[in-house]
């Protein structure tokens, strides 16, 4: 059993008062989605659709002091609501992707693959099934931008 988690609207909502300039001066981007399917909210685990507000931000997924420590770009949608998906559930975001997922455990990488979002279930129970790891990390295969956390439910 697992939980997937996203991450926490209240992180990124006063990021949208701020200026352009004020953006750019923190290397984020105010973008507007021009076509379905191309922009994964990080917040809410859907995608932008076409007209919708977001920001483009440099996030800091892996904190840990080894050589893993991660950070990369991804999208939140203006007023997005918190994802929280229930126990063993893939959210559509997901399961139409191609996905990387990083098994990590005490911070350090332990096992990856690649795998179809539609297949990610048993590869998150198989990465579970080993004693030396403690969290999932998925990353959109094609662009390799963090998605989103796995824990063991």
Do not use: K
Request: aromatic share 8%; hydrophobic share 40%.
């Amino acid at each position: 059993m697992f939980r997937i988690h996203a991450l926490p609207s209240a992180q990124f909502q006063p990021l949208f008062t701020l200026s352009d300039g004020e953006l750019a001066a923190r290397d984020i981007r105010r973008v507007v989605a021009d076509e379905p399917g191309s922009f994964p909210c990080r917040v809410s685990l859907r995608d932008a659709g076409p007209g919708e507000r977001l920001l483009l931000l440099p996030f800091e997924h892996h904190p840990v002091p080894t050589p893993y420590r991660a950070s990369g770009a991804i999208f939140v949608r203006e007023n997005a609501s918190e994802a929280m998906p229930a126990v063993d559930e893939v959210p559509e975001q997901l399961r139409r992707r191609l996905l990387s997922v990083r098994a990590y455990g005490d911070g350090m990488m332990r096992i990856a693959d690649v795998v179809d979002g539609t297949e990610l279930s048993a590869l998150v129970e198989r990465f579970f099934a080993r004693a030396d790891v403690d969290t999932l990390h998925v990353h959109f295969a094609r662009y390799g931008c963090y998605a989103c956390r796995v824990t063991r439910a």
